[in-house]
């Protein structure tokens, strides 16, 4: 678990340093934001999915990358340090951050 909480946090801080709307102050605050995040995904996320799998169906699937960026926005709400520049910065944040967190998990799993 402590694993994926730093890989998280190095998915978070790479994305911010991409230049895309989102902003970590340091590392400190990206290890805060993952733990949130987290969080959100935990509590916020499946509610969100439940209400809005009408659309979701209608879109098949896609409208989860709008949740995941709700979620993402959430989490820098209630993260200092943590900011997020926008409804598409946080879309894209969220998806980059996804892709990043997979591709270093594969990582640390061949290691």
């Known amino acids: 678990m402590l694993a994926r909480w730093l890989i998280s946090a190095v998915s978070i801080y790479l994305v911010a340093l991409l230049g895309i709307g989102v902003?970590?102050?340091?590392?400190?605050?990206?290890?805060?934001?993952?733990?949130?995040?987290?969080?959100?995904?935990?509590?916020?996320?499946?509610?969100?999915?439940?209400?809005?799998?009408?659309?979701?169906?209608?879109?098949?699937?896609l409208f989860t990358l709008v949740v995941n960026g709700i979620v993402f926005l959430i989490a820098a709400a209630f993260t200092p340090g943590f900011q997020v520049r926008g409804f598409g910065a946080a879309i894209i944040g969220a998806l980059l951050t996804g892709i990043a967190s997979a591709i270093l998990g594969l990582i640390w799993r061949a290691l």
């Open 23 to 61: 902003e970590v102050r340091n590392f400190w605050a990206a290890l805060l934001a993952a733990l949130v995040l987290g969080l959100g995904n935990l509590l916020v996320r499946p509610i969100l999915l439940l209400l809005t799998l009408p659309i979701n169906l209608l879109t098949l699937g």
